[in-house]
Structures are given as C-alpha cells and as structure tokens.
C-alpha cells in the first residue's frame, strides 16, 4: 500500500513538473519571438534605404510607392525605439503591403528588374517580412497554448500554485480599429463603364 | 463519396492522422511481439533449449539493433555520405536558406543544417534522430524549379518530419522488422538441419508451434515490412498536413507536388533505405494506374494524386 502511494506520489511530482517547465518554457519562447520580430524589423529599418537610393532613379514617376516605402520605414524605426510589440507587429505589416507594389512595378520595368542590386535588396525585404510574419504566427500560437494551459483543469492548479500570470502577447482582432467599418467602406462601390 | 464531401480542418486532418498511425504502431507491437514469440518457441523446440526464449530474443535484438544504431545516430553522415551532398549557404542559396530559416521561426525549431545535392531530379529529404541534428537536403533541380512559395511548402513537409519524429520512429520499426527477419532466417537454418531431438519426443503442441513458426518465417518479415510501408505512408500524410499548419497555404506544397511528380527524372543518388526520407517517392514508378493498391502496397509515399485531395481538403 506504501509503495503504491510512493508510485502515485512520484508520478505526480513528475507531472507537476512537466507542467511548470511547459509555463516556463512557453514564456522563454514568446520572449524569443518578441525579440525575433525586433530584429527583422531593426534589419528592415536599414534595408529599405538601401532600396531608396538604389532605385530611385529608375522610379522617378512612381513617387507614390516612394512615399509608402518612406512612412512604412518611419513607422518602423518608430515601434522598434518603442519596444511594443503590437506596434512592432503593425509595422511589419504595412512593409509586406508595400513590397507587392514594388514588386509589380520591378517586374514591369526590364531596366531595373536587371539590376542585381535591386533585385537583392528586394529579396532581403520580402525575407525579413516572411520572418516577421512567421515569428508572429508562433508569438501567437504559443500565447495560445499558454493560456488555455492556464485556465483549463488540471494544470490551472499548478499555473496557481508557482503563479503564472496570463500571457499579453499581440491583441487580436477582437478588439480595434481593424473591426469598424467605415461609411466610406460601407458604401457601394460605384463602377464607371 | 460521401467523405469527399465532407471537408475537413487541418486540425481534424492531423488528429485522424494521429489516431490512424497510432493504431497502425500499434498493431505492428503487436504483430511483432506475436511473431517473435512463435519463432522463438519454434527454434527453442528445434535447439531444445526451451529456458532460452529471452536469450535468444536477446541476440536477435542485438544484432538487428547494432546496425540500425548506428543508421539511426549517424544517419545524417551516412546519407550525406552516400548523396554527395554540399553545405547550403545563405549567398549561393540564398532561397533555400531564408526559406528553411523562417519555417523554422514559424514551427518554433532550431534551424536544420542544410545541404544542397547536386541532383536535376527535385525532390528533398530530412535526416537526423531529433530537431537539434536535424538535416534537410535539397537537390539543385528542387531549388530551380520551385518558386519561393512552393519551396516553403516543401521545406515545411520536411520539417514536420522532423517535429514529429519520424525518422527516429522509422528507425525504431526498422530494428524490428531487421528482428523478425533474422528471426525467421534462423529457425529456417535450424529446420534445415533438423535438429537433435527425436520425432516421438515432441509432444502435439510443439509441432504446432513448429508448423506455425515455419508460415510465420516466411510470411513474418514480408509482412512486417508492409506494415513498416503503411506506417511511412500515414507519416506522409501527417507531415503534409503538419506543413499546412506552418505555412497556411495548401497551394504551395500541391503545386509543387504536381511539379514534382511531372518531372520524369529519376532521383540518381537514392537507394531502398533512404527512400522513406523523401518528400516524394524517389524512384519514378513506371507502372502507375495500372496496378492500383497491389503497387501502392509496397510503395513508401502515397500516390501524389491522394496527398494532393487530402491537401485541397484543408484549403
């Protein structure tokens, strides 16, 4: 009967374990993300002048794109110097808006779409906004994982007993901007034939 | 065709999965311990050494285990060994290399090494007994022919290999089909030589085993290797669904499954061992429709044209 209760007692210490290391190991790994998706954006930050200068001068009508490029950059250096990570995750966003743009334009012009620079400092740009978009994938699979283990029984208990607080990670689309519509979008788009 | 029109989400796919192979291990335990059983009682009746059953399990373990310890901790050398494989770096391949980087960010596991086979047929495997010694390889006419987008869905297909641990679960099975083999291939000598004990010593219930252990010899390894099969087609279908997971986009890895499967080149550098470990059956089969689930039977990949309904399922 002793042994039997040892057993049990064994077996549940190793569990308890197990379930402290997920909590811990999640945090690290959210962590890791977090910084991951500051680093491609700190490298995006010093790429895109790169491009600027590089193409500028093929591109001089298609100024617009320029501005985007500009204030994509902006928003960037911005939400690195501010450490946010919902911030940082926007700003990843709008460079992977403006990156097809520039690509359409590149493919369209034979002159640049021969210059290897351009053609380099585009793959660079589209490489760091796919790092950006996968490491915010797992930020949020993991924020996930991590609170469901949180608030589910039985390892609610031991998240209780050692504390774990629940996760922030990035806000979803819950909440924001991004759910209202606007009168502008609600309207009927008119077509002129 | 009542399933066809059930769709299914990627996390209803990976859980039939799941299920699906932990039957099909499971019965291969048990397939395994069963034929092991008969064969050593056969040959324990042969050598009259009935207290020896372990024993000889024990060699037998012992000498399939040997070989397959060494394929399993140093699978990576010996394949990169026998494929003729270079180092990828991030300036000659630089696709490859960025692509294997960010599924590894969104899978969440330490960058494989990587390396690149100078090979025109494409296609790519993954090696190595955990994530930590992972190995993913590529050959030249893989990285040609795919666009970055089919690229990720391949690489992914290679890294849920390797999340899931297949190659160490292949390894594993491999040892014990090696067992059975062995196994048989003995009580067949022993029954050559007929054995010391005389006919009116045995009683009725060892010449049933004996019977019994003779069909086992023969069908036991045929059988196990099957189910091995089985089991390396099911772990396709997990890591194409486990792809999906990373990427979110089936159309990737369906496109370049249909690239893959219309180039009529066969892999030069592939042989019977490391074919499980390729996104697609190295070996082009020559016969395809004609012989229908006879061929798929002892093929190590499922047809394309059923990973590809499986994939447009989770679209």
């Not at chain 2, 699906?20 to 009259?48: C, D, E, M, P, W």
């Not at chain 2, 690489?155 to 292949?170: C, F, G, P, Q, V």
């Not at chain 2, 019977?272 to 004609?290: I, M, W």
Request: aromatic share 10%; net charge positive; hydrophobic share 45%.
């Amino acid at each position: 009967m002793i042994y039997v209760l040892f057993a049990i007692l064994v077996i549940l210490i190793f569990w308890v374990i197990s379930i402290y290391n997920f909590f811990v190991s999640t945090k690290t790994r959210v962590g890791a993300s977090i910084q991951e998706i500051g680093n491609q954006l700190k490298r995006q930050s010093e790429l895109i002048p790169n491009l600027e200068a590089s193409a500028k001068g093929y591109l001089k009508h298609e100024k617009g794109i320029f501005d985007e490029l500009t204030s994509a950059r902006k928003q960037i250096s911005s939400a690195v110097s501010s450490g946010d990570v919902n911030k940082m995750a926007d700003a990843g966003k709008m460079l992977s808006d403006v990156l097809p743009k520039i690509q359409v334009i590149v493919e369209s012009n034979p002159e640049i779409k021969a210059n290897e620079l351009v053609k380099s400092l585009m793959d660079e740009l589209r490489d760091t906004s796919d790092k950006i978009m996968y490491a915010r994938r797992l930020l949020i699979d993991l924020t996930a994982d991590y609170n469901v283990k949180l608030v589910t029984f039985p390892s609610s208990v031991v998240a209780g007993i050692f504390r774990f607080e629940k996760l922030k990670g990035l806000e979803t689309s819950e909440e924001g901007d991004k759910l209202k519509v606007t009168e502008a979008e609600a309207k009927t788009p008119k077509i002129n034939l | 065709m009542f399933y066809i029109l059930y769709m299914k989400n990627i996390y209803e796919v990976q859980r039939a999965n799941k299920i699906k192979s932990f039957f099909i291990v499971t019965f291969f335990a048990v397939f395994v311990a069963l034929a092991t059983y008969v064969l050593v009682r056969a040959l324990g009746i042969y050598s009259g050494y009935m207290p020896g059953n372990l024993g000889i399990v024990g060699i037998a373990l012992f000498v399939s285990g040997i070989s397959s310890f060494f394929g399993y901790y140093y699978s990576d050398k010996i394949v990169l060994g026998i494929s003729g494989a270079r180092p990828a770096n991030r300036n000659n391949d630089f696709v490859f290399y960025t692509v294997a980087q960010n599924i590894s960010i969104g899978a969440g596991v330490p960058v494989p090494k990587l390396y690149v086979i100078p090979d025109s047929a494409p296609n790519a495997f993954a090696t190595g007994r955990d994530p930590k010694h992972a190995v993913i390889c590529a050959t030249t006419g893989l990285l040609e022919k795919l666009d970055r987008t089919e690229l990720e869905g391949v690489i992914a297909h290679e890294i849920s290999h390797i999340k899931n641990y297949d190659t160490r679960l292949m390894s594993v099975v491999s040892v014990m089909v090696g067992l059975i083999a062995l196994l048989g291939d003995w009580l067949m000598r022993a029954s050559w030589f007929g054995g010391k004990s005389d006919d009116d010593n045995r009683s009725s219930t060892s010449s049933i085993f004996l019977v019994v252990g003779i069909v086992f010899a023969i069908l036991s390894p045929i059988i196990g290797q099957l189910i091995q099969l089985a089991i390396s087609r099911r772990r396709e279908y997990g890591a194409d669904a486990g792809a999906i997971e990373i990427t979110r986009q089936p159309s990737g890895l369906v496109s370049a499954l249909i690239k893959i499967s219309s180039d009529k080149e066969a892999l030069e550098v592939a042989n019977k061992a490391t074919a499980h470990l390729f996104v697609s059956n190295p070996f082009k089969d020559k016969n395809q429709g004609s012989v229908g689930w006879f061929a798929d039977l002892f093929n190590t990949h499922p047809p394309i044209s059923e990973r590809i309904k499986a994939l447009k399922s989770m679209a």
